[in-house]
């Protein structure tokens, strides 16, 4: 059997963001139906965004190789006058207060804001401003950090549905949460390929600004996401 060959222009998947998004949808699978399930679970995993973004700062604090990210800001944000080190700069601090609140506006938005070329710009934003390359020389996280992060938060994401699917909240023995899953680990994988941009694009590529076109605003409109049903995080969401 023949199949067809889609012709794809490959160094239009580095300058156009609208034609990288396209690509990744078509490849991937992504349908109506899978925004859909990720617009129905809005319902489910709003209440949780603040325990979400708490154990998201928890884990990144955990580990110096991603606190040390905020350490190096403090200056920014906090009181100059205080005498902290990397051991003791608690989450507390003014800076963390405000990551937190812009943490919690990206995954609402992810979940209820239209998927049009504004959506398409945060979600490049998310991979530019963690790196040089997006012209922030002050901050230069890298890509294993920002994986890994995304891994924590996908792992999170889906316990808090297999949590909902598995009490008896009304509306959840009805609730898809195998579809729903399925339609984050697609939606996911855009995040990371936007965020991933900044880190892994070809030398010849790496400086060329994205073209941003005007998009249709199509049924496929909304993301957040997730790849495994990781059940650890489970009892922080009961």
């Not at 944000?77 to 963390?96: A, H």
């Not at 812009?102 to 992810?110: A, E, T």
Request: aromatic share 10%.
């Amino acid at each position: 059997m023949t199949i067809p060959v889609k012709s794809i222009d490959e160094d239009k998947l580095y300058t156009d963001l609208g034609y990288r998004y396209q690509y990744l949808c078509d490849f991937i699978g992504i349908t109506d139906k899978d925004i859909q399930l990720v617009h129905a679970s809005a319902a489910v995993l709003g209440p949780k965004v603040d325990i979400l973004v708490d154990a998201v700062y928890d884990q990144l604090f955990a580990f110096s190789s991603t606190k040390k990210v905020f350490f190096k800001e403090r200056a920014k944000y906090d009181d100059p006058s205080s005498e902290v080190t990397l051991e003791n700069y608690d989450l507390n601090k003014p800076q963390i207060g405000m990551r937190k609140s812009s943490l919690k506006r990206f995954i609402v938005g992810l979940v209820t804001k239209p998927y049009d070329e504004r959506m398409l710009a945060e979600l490049d934003r998310m991979g530019r401003i963690h790196t040089p390359k997006g012209g922030r020389t002050s901050i230069n996280v890298e890509l294993i950090h920002m994986q890994a992060l995304l891994a924590f938060l996908q792992d999170a994401l889906i316990a808090a549905l297999f949590a909902y699917k598995n009490s008896a909240e009304e509306g959840s023995s009805k609730f898809d949460v195998e579809g729903t899953v399925r339609a984050f680990c697609k939606i996911l994988a855009v995040q990371n390929q936007f965020i991933s941009r900044w880190y892994e694009d070809p030398a010849s590529r790496v400086n060329a600004s994205p073209r941003l076109p005007a998009l249709p605003v199509l049924p496929v409109l909304a993301v957040t996401g997730a790849l495994t049903a990781g059940l650890t995080y489970l009892a922080m969401f009961k």
